[in-house]
């Protein structure tokens, strides 16, 4: 399994060390604070009303990857929470997708990668980025082209990708807080147990694999 020890598949660990540093100190000095900020000033509704507005938006990519990997059954799971969430949900604000019990999953070009066999490839760190082996990266890529919002015409358009993305860091790491917290406090070694962290939850990711712990910060 990917991240046991003897199989690091970290050949680049000095630079990659160092680039992690950076994204350490980034986020205690930027990204946390503000991420504390929102948690303390936004009531919980309206940060969950958010949360999924932007998980509503990545559907369609969720949905692509689902054909990809030829799943006809998740992706239909997939259309139904973004047809159903996009109306009776207000455009994503609420998951009424939840209240029907319509499964959740995400997928990514990465994963669909995976599931071919193609291997993650060395890992690498890049700054603020943070975990990409190349397969990962390229997937990353990929997903942007598959997402038809970057190719929706509007006025303000490098406006609205780079709120989305800003939006998208800050709830992603608003979820964590707690989480990431508990890793540093317990890890002996803090890259070294991102690093394994990453490869296992991907590997569980490609494998769909729902037995993997539930409180792993999402990277």
Known sequence: MPGTAGDE???YESTNRAIFDFNRRLDDNVALPIARFYHDAVPEPARTGIHNFLVNLDLPVTFGNDLL?????????????????S???LGGLIDMSARFHIPEHTEDFGQT??????????Y???????????RDLLGRIVDVLMDPFTFVGLRSKTAWMTGRGTVEVLDLRERNIDTIDQIQRT????YATVRNLYRQSRD??????????QDLPDF
Do not use: K
């Open 9 to 11: 598949n970290d050949p």
């Open 69 to 85: 990997q030829g799943n006809v059954t998740r992706g239909g799971q997939t259309f139904a929470r973004f047809v159903t969430n």
């Open 87 to 89: 109306t009776l949900g």
């Open 113 to 122: 990668l995976g599931t071919y066999g193609a291997e993650e490839g060395y």
């Open 124 to 134: 690498i760190v890049l700054p603020v980025l943070g975990p990409a082996p190349p």
């Open 187 to 190: 890890s002996i070694d803090y």
């Open 204 to 213: 569980a990711e490609i494998r769909n694999n729902t037995q993997m712990p």
